[in-house]
C-alpha cells in the first residue's frame, strides 16, 4: 500500500465491533469510509466465517466468501469476552475508540457487564450503537428474528412477488432487512459523532432493524397511514392501491428489460417511429400511423383523460406506443433494447444478474468492480466496490477482510499492553 | 440538544432518493432550505400534489408522498432562469454548510452550480449529487428512478421464484436506500470537514450502493465463476448463505394470508417437528441440514400441509412459545396500527401541515438517548418560509421580497 493513500472522509475514527450477523455491514461501510473498525471475534471466530458460499466449496473458517464481503477493509482480534481478563481488556479497548457498534440480544452486553452505563465509566465520549431485530425495550425485543422474518413482518414482503396471488409473498434477495438496520446504524453513528462535538460526551444509540424495514417501504407505508389504503403486490412493479400495466418484457436474447413508462409525448413517439424503421420493423406494426398521429400532439397525453375515455385517440396512440416498444424489446438483445432506449430519451433498464453487473462498461470504466489481493491464496478477486466518490477524501484502501486474530497483537500494542502481557494472556487461551 | 442545529442545507433534492436523505437531517435538527421553483409550482418532484391525499381536496400542497418526504424542511421558491434568482441563490450558498441535489447527472453544472461554481462561493462547501448512474462513465446522461436501479444493479434479478419472472421489490427500495446513502455521504463528509476544514464533491451513484447489497454472489462468481444466472436460481424466499431449511413464506387458513418461518438449525427443527403432525413419519432425510437443504421441495410441502389448517395469529403464536423466528407478512394495517412493537417505538408520528392538518408520516428506526429525532411540523407549502429564509438569513427588506415577488423571481 501506498503511504500516501487517502484513507478515507472518517479517518481517523476507531470502531470497535462486536457482531454476529445483522450488522457487520455497518461495519463494513464505516470501514469503507475510512474508519479503522476492529472486529473483536470469539478465540474459534466468528461463527459467520462459516457461512457459504466457500472458496472453491471448501468449508474454512478463512475461506466463507460472506465472511469475505462483509469484512473487507476491517481488523480482527481474537478474545475470550466472557474470562474476566477478557472483559477488562474490552473495557481498555473500549477507553481507546471513538464508537462500540453490537448486534447482540437485549440482556446480553449486562449479563457479560459491558452494557452502556458501564463502558460510558471508562469513556464518557463513546457512542455505542446496539443493532437488534426489535429494539432494545420493546415488547417482542428478544424474539428471535433472522432476515426473511423482519422482511416479512416488516412490510416489505408484503409488496413483493406475483400478480398471481396464489403464488406466496416474496423476500428480496440478498439480506436486506439487515443490510436497512445497518444503514440506519451508520446513520446514527455518524450523527452521534457530529453531534458529540458540542455535547461533549458520547452516546447510546438504540437501532430496531423490524422499525427500520417498516420505514422503508414507500407507498405502502404512506398510502396506510395517509389514505388508509392497501397496496396489493404486481409482478416486477410497484405494489398498487389499484392496478397498473406489466412493465417487465422478455428480450430477444431471453434477458428481460424493465420498460419503465412508455411514450407520453409527440417527439417520444416520432422517436420511437424513427426506431422501429432504422430496426426494420414497421412492416410489422400495422399501428405505426398511430404513432405517427402522436407525434403532432402537443405535451404530455394525460393519463386521467385516456383511462376515463375521455380521449379515444390519444387511448390509440398511447397503446401504440406501448405496442412498439415491447415489438422493439422482443426484436432486440436487452443489452441493445437498453442503451438504445437510453440513447433516445427512454427510462428503462437490463434486468441484471449481479456478477454481469461487475463486468458492465459502465462501472469497469467507473472503477466500480474492485481487485483485492489475498496474499496467502496469491490470488485476486473482485469485489463489488465503492458506491461514492468523495473526490476530496477518496477510500484508497485495498486490505482484505481479516484472518482470524490477525491483528490482535498489533491492536494490543497500540492499546497499552506489552509483549510481556499479551504472552500472559496467550498462554491463558484469552486471546487468540 | 438537537444533534445537528449548526447544520444549513441548500437542498435541492426531490421525489424520494433524495428528499427521503435530507429528511433524516431534518428530524436530527438540520436547517434545511428546500429550493422549489416558482414557475411550475415545484412540479419537478412528482410527488408534489399527488396521491394519497388526507380527504377529498386536491392541489399542489396535498400530496401525501410529499409531505411524507419532506418533513421538518423550509420551503422557499426561487426562479433560476433569472439572474437575480442565481444571484440570490449565490448568497444562500454563501451561508449553507452543503448543497444537495439528485437531479439527472450534469443539470447543477448546466445551471451554473457545479461544484467549482460552488467552491468559489464557499470554500468549504460539500456538494452532494446523488444519481442513477453517477457523474461519469457511458450511461452518465441514463435517466433511471428506483426500479430502473434495481434492475441493472442486480437487486431486481436477485428476488423471486423459480420458472417466474424476477419478481424485484414490489416498491423503490433503493430509492429509500440510495437516500440512506445520500444521507451517509453528507455527514461522512461534515466529519472530514470538522476534522481538516475541507469540503468536497462527493458524487453518489444509486446502481453502485444497490450492486454492493448483493456481495456475496459477486463473489461467488469471481472466486468461484459460478454465476446467480443459472438454473433453478433464484429463489429467495429459501437461504444459502447460511442454510437453513425449512425457511420462507407458507399459506395459512385464510385467502393470501402468509406466514414466514425460519429453522436455522437441527434444533430448530426438532421443536418445530413437535408441532407439525405426521402420519407418514418424517423423512429420516430431514434429520440434517444437509438432509433438509437438499429435500427442501417435500419439506416445503409438509410444512405448508401444517400451516395451511391454521390462522395466521396462531401459527406466529405457537412459533414463537417455541423461539422459532417467525412474522406473519403483514399487511400495511397490520404492521402500522396492529403492531404493539412499532407503537411502543414511536414509529408513526403526526405532524402538522399546514393545509393537510394533522397527518401521521415514516418515524426513524434509531433511538439516541442525548439527542433524538423530531418529527412535528409538515412539509413546508410553495414559499411557505420565504420571508424567514430571505428576510432573516439574507435580510432581505420587506419592500425587497414585495418587488423579487412581483418579478416573479420567488
Given at each position: 500500500?501506498?503511504d500516501?493513500?487517502?484513507?478515507?472522509p472518517?479517518?481517523?475514527?476507531k470502531?470497535?465491533?462486536y457482531?454476529?450477523?445483522i450488522?457487520p455491514w455497518?461495519g463494513?461501510?464505516l470501514?469503507?469510509l475510512?474508519a479503522?473498525?476492529?472486529?473483536?471475534e470469539?478465540?474459534d471466530?466468528?461463527h459467520?466465517?462459516w457461512?457459504?458460499?466457500?472458496?472453491?466449496d471448501?468449508?474454512h473458517?478463512?475461506?466463507?466468501?460472506?465472511?469475505?464481503?462483509y469484512?473487507?477493509?476491517?481488523?480482527?482480534?481474537?478474545?475470550?469476552?466472557?474470562?474476566?481478563?477478557g472483559k477488562k481488556?474490552?473495557?481498555?479497548?473500549?477507553s481507546?475508540?471513538?464508537?462500540?457498534?453490537e448486534?447482540?440480544?437485549p440482556?446480553?452486553?449486562?449479563e457479560?457487564g459491558l452494557?452502556?452505563p458501564?463502558l460510558?465509566?471508562v469513556?464518557?465520549d463513546?457512542?455505542?450503537?446496539?443493532?437488534t431485530p426489535f429494539?432494545?425495550?420493546?415488547?417482542?425485543?428478544?424474539d428471535?428474528?433472522v432476515d426473511?422474518t423482519?422482511?416479512?413482518?416488516?412490510?416489505p414482503?408484503?409488496?413483493c412477488?406475483?400478480?398471481?396471488?396464489k403464488?406466496?409473498?416474496?423476500?428480496?434477495?440478498g439480506?436486506q432487512?439487515?443490510?436497512?438496520?445497518?444503514?440506519?446504524?451508520v446513520?446514527?453513528?455518524?450523527?452521534?459523532?457530529?453531534?458529540?462535538?458540542e455535547?461533549g460526551k458520547?452516546?447510546?444509540?438504540?437501532?430496531n432493524?423490524?422499525?427500520?424495514?417498516?420505514v422503508?417501504?414507500?407507498?405502502?407505508?404512506?398510502s396506510w397511514?395517509?389514505a388508509?389504503?392497501?397496496?396489493?403486490?404486481?409482478?416486477g412493479?410497484?405494489?398498487?392501491?389499484?392496478?397498473?400495466s406489466?412493465?417487465q418484457?422478455?428480450a430477444?436474447?431471453?434477458?428481460?428489460?424493465?420498460?419503465?413508462?412508455?411514450?407520453?409525448q409527440?417527439?417520444?413517439?416520432?422517436?420511437?417511429y424513427?426506431?422501429l424503421a432504422?430496426a426494420g420493423?414497421?412492416?410489422?406494426f400495422?399501428?405505426a400511423p398511430?404513432?405517427?398521429?402522436?407525434?403532432?400532439r402537443?405535451?404530455f397525453?394525460?393519463?386521467?383523460?385516456?383511462?376515463?375515455?375521455e380521449?379515444?385517440?390519444g387511448a390509440?396512440?398511447?397503446?401504440?406506443?406501448?405496442?412498439?416498444?415491447?415489438?422493439?424489446?422482443?426484436?432486440l438483445s436487452?443489452?441493445?433494447?437498453f442503451?438504445?432506449a437510453?440513447?433516445?430519451?427512454?427510462?428503462c433498464?437490463?434486468?441484471?444478474?449481479?456478477?454481469?453487473?461487475?463486468?458492465?462498461?459502465?462501472?469497469?470504466?467507473r472503477?466500480?468492480?474492485?481487485?483485492i489481493?489475498?496474499p496467502?491464496?496469491?490470488?485476486s478477486?473482485?469485489?463489488?466496490?465503492?458506491?461514492?466518490?468523495f473526490?476530496?477524501?477518496?477510500?484508497?484502501i485495498k486490505?482484505?477482510?481479516?484472518?482470524?486474530?490477525?491483528?490482535?497483537?498489533e491492536?494490543?500494542?497500540?492499546t497499552?499492553?506489552t509483549p510481556?502481557?499479551?504472552?500472559?494472556?496467550?498462554?491463558?487461551n484469552?486471546?487468540g | 440538544?438537537?444533534?445537528l442545529?449548526?447544520?444549513?442545507?441548500?437542498?435541492?433534492?426531490g421525489?424520494?432518493a433524495?428528499?427521503?436523505?435530507?429528511?433524516?437531517?431534518?428530524?436530527?435538527?438540520a436547517?434545511v432550505?428546500?429550493i422549489?421553483?416558482p414557475?411550475?409550482?415545484?412540479?419537478?418532484?412528482?410527488?408534489?400534489?399527488?396521491?394519497?391525499?388526507?380527504?377529498?381536496?386536491r392541489?399542489i400542497?396535498?400530496g401525501?408522498?410529499?409531505?411524507?418526504h419532506n418533513?421538518?424542511?423550509?420551503?422557499i421558491?426561487l426562479?433560476?432562469?433569472?439572474?437575480e434568482?442565481?444571484?440570490?441563490?449565490?448568497?444562500?450558498?454563501e451561508?449553507?454548510?452543503?448543497?444537495?441535489?439528485?437531479?439527472?447527472?450534469?443539470v447543477m453544472d448546466r445551471?451554473g452550480f457545479?461544484y467549482?461554481?460552488?467552491?468559489k462561493?464557499r470554500?468549504d462547501?460539500?456538494y452532494?449529487?446523488?444519481?442513477?448512474?453517477?457523474?461519469?462513465?457511458p450511461?452518465?446522461?441514463?435517466?433511471?428512478?428506483?426500479?430502473?436501479?434495481?434492475?441493472?444493479?442486480?437487486?431486481t434479478?436477485?428476488s423471486?421464484?423459480p420458472?417466474?419472472?424476477?419478481?424485484g421489490?414490489?416498491?423503490?427500495?433503493?430509492?429509500?436506500?440510495?437516500?440512506y446513502?445520500?444521507?451517509?455521504?453528507?455527514l461522512?463528509?461534515?466529519?472530514?470537514?470538522?476534522?481538516?476544514?475541507?469540503?468536497q464533491?462527493?458524487?453518489?451513484?444509486?446502481?453502485?450502493?444497490?450492486?454492493?447489497?448483493?456481495?456475496?454472489?459477486?463473489?461467488d462468481?469471481?472466486v468461484n465463476?459460478?454465476?446467480?444466472?443459472r438454473?433453478?436460481?433464484p429463489?429467495?424466499?429459501?437461504?444459502?448463505?447460511p442454510k437453513?431449511?425449512?425457511?420462507?413464506?407458507?399459506?395459512?387458513n385464510?385467502?393470501?394470508?402468509?406466514i414466514s418461518?425460519?429453522?436455522?438449525?437441527?434444533d430448530?427443527?426438532?421443536?418445530?417437528r413437535?408441532?407439525?403432525?405426521?402420519?407418514?413419519?418424517?423423512d429420516?432425510?430431514y434429520d440434517?441440514?444437509?438432509?433438509?437443504?437438499?429435500?427442501?421441495?417435500?419439506?416445503e410441502?409438509?410444512?405448508s400441509?401444517?400451516t395451511?389448517v391454521?390462522?395466521?395469529?396462531?401459527l406466529?403464536?405457537?412459533?414463537t412459545?417455541?423461539?422459532i423466528?417467525?412474522?406473519?407478512v403483514r399487511?400495511?394495517q397490520?404492521?402500522?396500527?396492529?403492531?404493539e412493537?412499532?407503537?411502543?417505538?414511536?414509529l408513526?408520528p403526526?405532524?402538522?401541515?399546514?393545509?393537510?392538518g394533522?397527518?401521521?408520516v415514516?418515524?426513524?428506526?434509531?433511538?439516541?438517548?442525548?439527542?433524538?429525532?423530531?418529527?412535528?411540523r409538515?412539509?413546508?407549502c410553495?414559499?411557505?418560509h420565504?420571508?424567514e429564509v430571505?428576510?432573516?438569513?439574507?435580510?432581505?427588506s420587506?419592500?425587497?421580497?414585495k418587488?423579487?415577488?412581483?418579478?416573479?423571481?420567488?
Amino acid at each position: 500500500m501506498n503511504d500516501a493513500a487517502s484513507v478515507g472522509p472518517l479517518e481517523g475514527i476507531k470502531v470497535l465491533e462486536y457482531t454476529g450477523e445483522i450488522a457487520p455491514w455497518a461495519g463494513k461501510i464505516l470501514a469503507e469510509l475510512g474508519a479503522d473498525v476492529i472486529r473483536v471475534e470469539p478465540i474459534d471466530g466468528s461463527h459467520t466465517r462459516w457461512y457459504e458460499p466457500f472458496l472453491a466449496d471448501t468449508p474454512h473458517p478463512e475461506k466463507s466468501l460472506f465472511f469475505w464481503h462483509y469484512n473487507l477493509r476491517k481488523r480482527s482480534i481474537a478474545l475470550d469476552i466472557n474470562s474476566e481478563s477478557g472483559k477488562k481488556i474490552f473495557l481498555k479497548l473500549i477507553s481507546d475508540v471513538d464508537v462500540l457498534l453490537e448486534d447482540q440480544t437485549p440482556g446480553h452486553m449486562l449479563e457479560l457487564g459491558l452494557d452502556y452505563p458501564q463502558l460510558a465509566a471508562v469513556n464518557s465520549d463513546l457512542i455505542h450503537a446496539a443493532v437488534t431485530p426489535f429494539g432494545q425495550n420493546g415488547p417482542r425485543s428478544k424474539d428471535p428474528a433472522v432476515d426473511l422474518t423482519i422482511l416479512a413482518g416488516a412490510g416489505p414482503a408484503w409488496s413483493c412477488g406475483y400478480d398471481d396471488h396464489k403464488l406466496p409473498p416474496v423476500r428480496g434477495g440478498g439480506g436486506q432487512g439487515y443490510h436497512t438496520a445497518s444503514h440506519w446504524a451508520v446513520i446514527g453513528i455518524l450523527t452521534a459523532i457530529i453531534a458529540r462535538k458540542e455535547l461533549g460526551k458520547g452516546q447510546y444509540i438504540d437501532v430496531n432493524a423490524h422499525a427500520a424495514s417498516n420505514v422503508s417501504t414507500e407507498a405502502a407505508s404512506y398510502s396506510w397511514l395517509v389514505a388508509e389504503q392497501t397496496v396489493q403486490r404486481q409482478t416486477g412493479r410497484h405494489a398498487g392501491v389499484r392496478p397498473s400495466s406489466p412493465t417487465q418484457v422478455k428480450a430477444a436474447d431471453g434477458r428481460w428489460i424493465n420498460s419503465g413508462v412508455p411514450a407520453r409525448q409527440g417527439k417520444d413517439f416520432q422517436k420511437t417511429y424513427d426506431w422501429l424503421a432504422e430496426a426494420g420493423l414497421l412492416e410489422e406494426f400495422p399501428e405505426a400511423p398511430l404513432l405517427q398521429l402522436g407525434a403532432t400532439r402537443d405535451g404530455f397525453l394525460n393519463l386521467g383523460a385516456i383511462s376515463s375515455g375521455e380521449d379515444p385517440e390519444g387511448a390509440e396512440i398511447f397503446a401504440a406506443g406501448r405496442a412498439a416498444m415491447v415489438l422493439l424489446i422482443k426484436s432486440l438483445s436487452a443489452y441493445e433494447y437498453f442503451t438504445g432506449a437510453q440513447q433516445r430519451g427512454f427510462q428503462c433498464g437490463i434486468i441484471y444478474s449481479p456478477e454481469e453487473v461487475v463486468q458492465d462498461v459502465h462501472f469497469i470504466d467507473r472503477g466500480f468492480p474492485l481487485e483485492i489481493h489475498h496474499p496467502e491464496l496469491n490470488q485476486s478477486f473482485i469485489y463489488p466496490g465503492v458506491p461514492y466518490k468523495f473526490l476530496g477524501s477518496p477510500c484508497e484502501i485495498k486490505r482484505r477482510p481479516p484472518l482470524l486474530g490477525e491483528h490482535t497483537v498489533e491492536v494490543l500494542l497500540e492499546t497499552g499492553y506489552t509483549p510481556e502481557n499479551i504472552e500472559v494472556f496467550q498462554s491463558e487461551n484469552i486471546l487468540g | 440538544m438537537e444533534a445537528l442545529k449548526n447544520l444549513r442545507i441548500c437542498d435541492f433534492t426531490g421525489q424520494l432518493a433524495g428528499a427521503g436523505a435530507t429528511r433524516h437531517l431534518a428530524a436530527f435538527g438540520a436547517e434545511v432550505i428546500r429550493i422549489e421553483d416558482p414557475v411550475n409550482e415545484g412540479r419537478w418532484d412528482i410527488l408534489r400534489g399527488n396521491a394519497p391525499f388526507v380527504d377529498d381536496r386536491r392541489g399542489i400542497e396535498l400530496g401525501g408522498a410529499f409531505n411524507n418526504h419532506n418533513v421538518e424542511k423550509k420551503a422557499i421558491t426561487l426562479n433560476l432562469r433569472t439572474d437575480e434568482g442565481k444571484e440570490i441563490l449565490r448568497r444562500l450558498v454563501e451561508k449553507s454548510d452543503v448543497v444537495s441535489e439528485n437531479f439527472s447527472s450534469g443539470v447543477m453544472d448546466r445551471l451554473g452550480f457545479g461544484y467549482e461554481a460552488l467552491k468559489k462561493l464557499r470554500q468549504d462547501i460539500i456538494y452532494v449529487s446523488n444519481s442513477g448512474f453517477g457523474a461519469s462513465g457511458p450511461y452518465q446522461p441514463y435517466k433511471t428512478w428506483g426500479p430502473i436501479v434495481q434492475a441493472v444493479s442486480g437487486l431486481t434479478f436477485s428476488s423471486g421464484l423459480p420458472d417466474q419472472p424476477s419478481a424485484g421489490w414490489g416498491y423503490s427500495f433503493m430509492d429509500h436506500t440510495g437516500g440512506y446513502y445520500m444521507c451517509i455521504s453528507i455527514l461522512a463528509a461534515l466529519i472530514y470537514r470538522s476534522s481538516t476544514g475541507n469540503g468536497q464533491w462527493v458524487d453518489l451513484a444509486c446502481t453502485e450502493a444497490a450492486a454492493t447489497l448483493t456481495g456475496p454472489s459477486i463473489l461467488d462468481w469471481s472466486v468461484n465463476k459460478r454465476p446467480t444466472r443459472r438454473d433453478g436460481e433464484p429463489n429467495s424466499n429459501r437461504n444459502a448463505w447460511p442454510k437453513m431449511a425449512p425457511h420462507g413464506i407458507f399459506p395459512t387458513n385464510n385467502i393470501d394470508t402468509w406466514i414466514s418461518l425460519a429453522c436455522r438449525n437441527d434444533d430448530d427443527w426438532t421443536q418445530l417437528r413437535g408441532l407439525i403432525d405426521d402420519p407418514a413419519g418424517f423423512d429420516s432425510n430431514y434429520d440434517t441440514i444437509e438432509g433438509r437443504y437438499a429435500h427442501q421441495d417435500s419439506l416445503e410441502e409438509l410444512v405448508s400441509s401444517w400451516t395451511l389448517v391454521n390462522s395466521q395469529n396462531d401459527l406466529a403464536s405457537q412459533l414463537t412459545s417455541i423461539n422459532i423466528p417467525n412474522a406473519p407478512v403483514r399487511n400495511p394495517q397490520q404492521r402500522i396500527d396492529q403492531d404493539e412493537n412499532t407503537a411502543d417505538w414511536g414509529l408513526w408520528p403526526t405532524v402538522e401541515h399546514t393545509q393537510m392538518g394533522s397527518v401521521r408520516v415514516d418515524g426513524l428506526p434509531v433511538h439516541l438517548s442525548e439527542t433524538d429525532w423530531q418529527l412535528e411540523r409538515g412539509a413546508g407549502c410553495l414559499g411557505e418560509h420565504n420571508d424567514e429564509v430571505y428576510g432573516e438569513l439574507l435580510g432581505f427588506s420587506s419592500t425587497k421580497l414585495k418587488d423579487l415577488k412581483s418579478q416573479g423571481v420567488i
